[in-house]
T-cell receptor, first 111, second 117 residues
Framework: DAKTTQPNSMESNEEEPVHLPCNHS???????IHWYRQLPSQGPEYVIH???SNVNNRMASLAIAEDRKSSTLILHRATLRDAAVYYC????????????FGKGTRLSVIA | GAVVSQHPSWVICKSGTSVKIECRSL??????MFWYRQFPKQSLMLMAT?????????EQGVEKDKFLINHASLTLSTLTVTSAHPEDSSFYIC?????????????FGDGTRLSIL
């Protein structure tokens, strides 16, 4: 799977929107963009995924650049419970390959 | 939504003991499950892919005789850390996916914290 690049850490104020960037310049046409987050002392949690179009769900929105070389996870209103490590991972459309985790972005939320 | 249950949540045991960790998919069948390990302040590292009814596929550097994986049914995979030593202390996390293909989310258990004294 192609590699992703994320900032090591970000900070946000509570109740403000958060935009978490991810670069994936070597993405192929058959790669899905997945986002997961890991709260302290827990297993990762699925957040959202997309292929080409922007996606919305109850947790977040995913904005995908037109050339697909970058994407942004948007938390519309950060809460203290959103403090976690956020992972952007590419996964090929074919086969049953596992997710391979990078270092992710550690999001801190300030009250 | 899909749930993966992992048991136990934490284990403390003496060096030389073997420890079994169970991973169950509660409301879906998983022909493939994955096992990860995570050391403090590091990311998840894939250890092996567990296939129902066949042998697990281990990542490079992971000792298959040390970390025994059994995937006896479509809802249960187990990881046994044999003759555990302090360096095996880590956070072990299992995962499963409904169906195949890149568009399927992968669901994770809450992890097992293993401490070897």
């Amino acid at each position: 799977d192609a590699k992703t690049t994320q900032p090591n850490s970000m900070e946000s104020n509570e109740e403000e929107p958060v935009h978490l960037p991810c670069n994936h310049s070597t993405i192929s046409g058959t790669d899905y963009i997945h986002w997961y987050r890991q709260l302290p002392s827990q297993g990762p949690e699925y957040v959202i995924h997309g292929l080409t179009s922007n996606v919305n769900n109850r947790m977040a929105s995913l904005a995908i650049a037109e050339d697909r070389k970058s994407s942004t996870l948007i938390l519309h209103r950060a809460t203290l419970r959103d403090a976690a490590v956020y992972y952007c991972i590419l996964r090929t459309i074919r086969g049953n390959t596992p997710l391979v985790f990078g270092k992710g972005t550690r999001l801190s939320v300030i009250a | 939504g899909a749930v993966v249950s992992q048991h136990p949540s934490w284990v403390i045991c003496k060096s030389g003991t073997s420890v079994k960790i169970e991973c169950r998919s509660l409301d879906f069948q998983a022909t493939t499950m994955f096992w990860y390990r995570q050391f403090p302040k590091q990311s998840l590292m894939l250890m092996a892919t567990s296939n129902e009814g066949s042998k697990a596929t281990y990542e490079q550097g992971v000792e298959k005789d040390k970390f025994l994986i059994n995937h006896a049914s479509l809802t249960l995979s187990t990881l046994t850390v044999t003759s555990a030593h302090p360096e095996d202390s880590s956070f072990y996390i299992c995962s499963a996916r409904e169906g195949q293909g890149g568009g399927q989310p992968q669901h994770f258990g809450d992890g097992t914290r293993l401490s070897i004294l």
